[in-house]
């Protein structure tokens, strides 16, 4: 009868990685179901492309709509790495030898040998690269489509948006379209502008602003007093906003901050009497003096790379009832930085007496309202 022991290892790890294809190539017509019901409905809602630009890391596409809305194509995720084979179980100890027959006393037999140690697993196999969704984006031979072609041979085709109007400034291009968006696109600065901006003749008319990544830079002054804007869109390629780029935008309801504008001005969102959402995401460093100056927010995260609040930032936001700031060390703070009559600071846990006392902090809020931050 054989007892000898079948190495299966081989067979198991082959089972598993047909497993993980079986796995990844739902995931991928799951996420191209998706991306065709999302093209699928800006077809039905007869939007217009006005851009599409590349994502980083060649992650794939951002397609810009005529409704001032976006839309990210992206690729497959990488898939996760094999995990790595057991190692084998150690040999046992061989049997010492018997003792020698008496007569003159034999020699005791030597000790049997160790058992080898068991091998080493193998290593997990890496992940399969993510598979792309898009096979090409690309302007039709008459130069008035957008040909959007998916891997699996489906086709979609968007009208070109046409500009009422459209211009340079420094080395950026802008195009202003009839619903009343304005897009910028290009690489590098916005400049900065003193009682003008190149669309100024069009404020009254402006209701979006999409500004394009790779622009690095919001000019100062850019869209001061444009009272019809309600929405603006600023990607992460910008680093640095300018003084009062969006001062009395007073339809603005809400605006997202993105944590690579580490360095703005001044008074950038001051007097948008109708902003009442903000986010500021991690990496943004100052807000600057009166940055939301007279603004309606209700509420507001400050995240934990912010390291200064300017002068008079949330002056005269008399709704502002609760403000959480996530740094473990109080930033610095200017004076009228907060209006804090009854506001409750939430703060990281084991950090209530640090901005009880900290210089600023200790005038802005009251000490019974300096509380930790709960989690549900």
């Known amino acids: 009868m054989c007892c000898c022991k079948y190495d299966d290892s081989a067979l198991r790890d082959e089972l598993e990685r047909q497993k993980q294809l079986l796995a990844a190539l739902e995931a991928r017509m799951a996420a191209l179901e998706k991306l065709a019901g999302e093209l699928n409905a800006a077809i039905d809602d007869a939007l217009s492309i006005v851009s599409y630009t590349e994502l980083a890391d060649g992650a794939g596409w951002r397609i810009a709509f005529s409704d001032g809305s976006s839309l990210d194509l992206t690729n497959g995720l990488d898939g996760a790495d094999g995990k ?37 697993g193998k290593d997990g196999k890496d992940g399969t ?25 489906w086709i979609y085709t968007f009208a070109k948006a046409i500009p ?11 195009a202003l379209y009839s619903d009343g968006m304005l897009v910028i696109s290009g690489t590098g600065d916005m400049p900065d502008y003193g009682s003008t901006s190149p669309w100024d003749g069009h404020a009254a008319e402006i209701k979006k602003v999409v500004i394009e990544s790779g622009v690095t830079r919001i000019g100062r002054h850019a869209f001061t007093g444009y009272t019809s ?10 680093s640095s906003i300018g003084l009062q780029a969006f001062r009395e935008c007073t339809s603005l309801e809400s605006v997202t901050i993105p944590g690579s504008a580490m360095s703005s001005d001044g008074a950038v969102f001051m007097g948008c009497t109708s902003l009442v959402s903000v986010t500021i995401q991690e990496g943004f460093e100052s807000i600057g003096g009166r940055y939301f100056y007279g ?15 300017g002068d008079s930032a949330f002056g005269d936001c008399t709704n502002l009832a609760d403000v959480t700031i996530l740094a473990t060390s109080p930033p610095a703070l200017k004076s009228g930085s907060f209006m804090a009559d009854g506001d409750t600071l939430h703060v990281p846990v084991g950090c209530v007496d640090a901005y009880r006392n900290a210089e600023g902090w200790k005038y802005a809020f009251k000490p019974e309202k300096v509380v930790e931050i709960t989690t549900p």
């Open 164 to 174: 009422d109007e459209n211009d340079t400034t420094g080395p950026l291009s802008w």
């Open 229 to 238: 804007l309600v929405s603006v869109t600023i990607p992460e390629s910008v």
């Open 84 to 120: 790595d084979g057991t190692n084998g179980k150690d040999g046992k100890d061989g049997t010492n030898g018997t003792n020698g027959k008496d007569g003159t006393n034999g020699t005791d037999g030597t000790d049997g040998k160790d058992g080898k140690d068991g091998t080493d």
């Open 129 to 153: 690269d993510g598979d792309s969704l898009i096979e090409s984006i690309a302007p039709s031979a008459d130069d008035k489509f957008i040909v959007i072609t998916l891997t699996n041979g």
């Open 295 to 309: 603004t309606s927010l209700e509420s507001i995260t400050i995240p934990e790379s912010v390291r200064e609040i």
